[in-house]
């Protein structure tokens, strides 16, 4: 018999469904669980009601919401602690990253948001601004301009984060007008292999892969030179802290250089 004031199942699916079920379900539990309930009638939806992650409610009026159940509220915290160890990850290796260009002499900023300039959707459009957060932003460590030389590094530690990215052309765009290179870091799988090919990155930009706790250079980034960075740019290294480990005073000079 089904209980008074919840929907009777459409089937009793047998208790391992083998669903293969992503982060995109693991979003909507949370979603659901943080909101009325309100059916979204998709297919997502019926992954999780099918799984039992999901079950419908009606109320006295008739009206069908949706309740997060017993074993959605495991998988939610299960997903939750991937994220937090991918995350974990991922700025564990952006640190190295960092880490890697002030030992070679250049000065180092995590998590920037910078102005960049990419082309319109059509070859016809004028070209667009937008803002930018690479993982690395570094310049060398100098007061001429001309000789800054700036890199951007972007970190993937995994694969559907990289193949998403990949998929944003404006985005990499952007990189590429900031950096005279732009390289990919690519991290490990669970299974310790780096989580793409270099082939599988597009020619204009850099691989470097974790291998065996060491950053190797898998495919070097196309040098485009730049004489010089704009002065919105500059502002924003200026007023941000750069990562510890280079000569203190070269703060002083790009504080400098922005005003001057």
């Known amino acids: 018999m089904t209980e008074p004031g919840r929907a009777p199942p459409l089937t009793e699916p047998p208790p391992a469904?083998?669903?293969?079920?992503?982060?995109?379900?693991?979003?909507?539990?949370?979603?659901v669980y943080r909101s009325?309930?309100?059916?979204?009638?998709?297919?997502?939806?019926i992954d999780l009601l099918a799984a039992g992650l999901l079950e419908r409610v009606r109320c006295a009026q008739g009206r069908e919401t949706l309740r997060v159940t017993d074993a959605g509220i495991a998988h939610i915290a299960v997903a939750l602690?991937?994220?937090?160890?991918?995350?974990?990850?991922?700025?564990?290796?952006?640190?190295?990253?960092?880490?890697?260009?002030?030992?070679?002499?250049?000065?180092?900023?995590r998590g920037l948001s910078l102005r960049a300039r990419v082309p319109g959707a059509t070859p016809a459009d004028k070209p667009r601004w937008c803002m930018?957060?690479?993982?690395?932003?570094?310049?060398?460590?100098?007061?001429?301009?001309?000789?800054?030389h700036p890199v951007v590094h972007e970190v993937k530690v995994s694969?559907?984060?990289?193949?998403?990215?990949?998929?944003?052309?404006?985005?990499?765009?952007?990189?590429?007008?900031l950096g005279g290179e732009c390289w990919y870091v690519l991290g490990q799988d669970g299974r310790g292999r780096a989580i793409a090919a270099p082939e599988e990155v597009p020619a204009d930009?850099?691989?470097?892969?974790?291998?065996?706790?060491?950053?190797?250079?898998?495919?070097?980034?196309?040098?485009?030179?730049?004489?010089?960075l704009p002065f919105a740019v500059w502002m924003a290294l200026a007023k941000a802290q750069p990562?510890?480990?280079?000569?203190?005073?070269a703060q002083d000079l790009l504080c400098d250089a922005a005003h001057g």
């Open 17 to 31: 469904l083998g669903l293969g079920l992503g982060r995109v379900h693991a979003r909507r539990l949370r979603e």
């Open 36 to 45: 009325a309930g309100w059916p979204c009638c998709d297919a997502i939806e």
């Open 81 to 109: 602690v991937v994220n937090r160890s991918a995350l974990s990850a991922h700025e564990a290796l952006v640190e190295r990253v960092a880490r890697e260009m002030t030992r070679a002499g250049r000065i180092a900023w």
């Open 132 to 148: 930018a957060r690479p993982d690395v932003f570094s310049i060398r460590n100098t007061s001429v301009e001309a000789y800054a």
């Open 159 to 177: 694969r559907a984060d990289l193949l998403g990215d990949l998929r944003k052309p404006a985005k990499r765009a952007a990189y590429l007008d």
């Open 205 to 228: 930009c850099g691989v470097m892969v974790l291998e065996n706790d060491r950053l190797h250079v898998a495919r070097a980034a196309l040098h485009r030179p730049t004489e010089r």
């Open 243 to 249: 990562v510890r480990g280079f000569d203190e005073e």
